[in-house]
């Protein structure tokens, strides 16, 4: 496997952050000159990671590196903390991540990887908290990614939201709720956000404009197995959307789900397995 790990000091998070990279192997029938000056550009996987995790976690908890080199494709994992890979102005120097990913993260690597910048060769993915930046992402930046994968996380509609909001009274999550509404500086600026991807879907969705979609969810994750399918309906009857969604029984948040999941999503992104081995 090729894999680089390392460290650089951030400009938007005001720190050093580390920042985890697989590329393409290099197959033994190639000398190593002829493979490593090819000047090929490879496509970008961006893989996000969830709550409490960081750049490792993907490698730790599934085969990623696996499928990634029979599919020679770069895959980019950052840290991103708890931020929601949202923007934080008021913590400590300020810790843009939002910024941070769009604006430093894909430059470095475009420039510094044998990685291609087109649209139709970067996809994004991710999951849980990295599957709602996912969804923000490719929705807000839709002329960066040619298709999207959201693993246990979906659009949520704020338009009856309240202090009685389910998603307000679910301990953990009401509190980082709570905080990205004060963060945005109130209500009203939070839902005019790019944060509210239920509303940039429901205005772009007649556009052409949105990359290809996908949802995975556990058939076991209750509250947010009821969003998602809220969302599938609202997206196919009302907006006329052709979404691409994984579900699997047995299955709640946990990553034995999510190695199965982002298999299917690297098929739908339509990064098939190259047959050419290594060996």
């Not at 908890?61 to 934080?88: C, F, G, K, Q």
């Not at 910048?117 to 996809?123: G, L």
């Not at 009401?174 to 956000?193: D, M, P, Q, V």
């Not at 949802?215 to 947010?224: H, I």
Request: hydrophobic share 40%; charged share 20%.
């Amino acid at each position: 496997m090729a894999l680089m790990q390392f460290f650089f000091e951030s400009r938007y998070l005001q720190g050093n952050t580390l920042v985890d990279v697989i590329l393409p192997d290099l197959p033994r029938r190639l000398e190593p000159k002829e493979f490593y000056r090819n000047n090929v550009k490879y496509p970008v996987l961006w893989l996000l990671h969830g709550s409490y995790g960081d750049a490792t976690d993907w490698q730790r908890r599934t085969n990623i590196e696996l499928y990634a080199t029979d599919r020679n494709v770069i895959v980019v994992m950052p840290s991103a903390l708890n931020s929601n890979y949202s923007n934080w102005s008021n913590y400590m120097n300020g810790y843009h991540c939002y910024d941070y990913i769009t604006e430093e993260l894909m430059p470095l690597v475009y420039g510094w990887f044998p990685a291609s910048e087109k649209r139709e060769d970067n996809f994004i993915a991710g999951l849980s908290m990295g599957g709602r930046a996912t969804i923000k992402f490719a929705v807000n930046y839709p002329e960066k990614f040619g298709a999207m994968a959201a693993l246990s996380a979906t659009p949520t509609d704020w338009s009856e939201m309240g202090p009685d909001h389910p998603n307000m009274t679910l301990n953990t999550n009401a509190f980082r709720l709570k905080n990205s509404i004060t963060n945005a500086g109130g209500l009203e600026n939070y839902l005019n956000s790019e944060e509210n991807t239920w509303r940039i879907i429901n205005e772009k969705a007649s556009t052409g404009e949105l990359p290809r979609l996908m949802f995975a969810c556990g058939l076991d994750e209750g509250m947010l197995l009821d969003n998602m399918l809220k969302f599938k309906k609202h997206a196919e009857e009302d907006l006329g959307l052709d979404i691409h969604y994984f579900f699997l029984p047995g299955y709640h948040h946990e990553w034995r789900f999510w190695d199965k999941a982002i298999q299917e999503a690297l098929d739908f992104f339509g990064l098939k397995p190259t047959g050419d081995s290594i060996f």
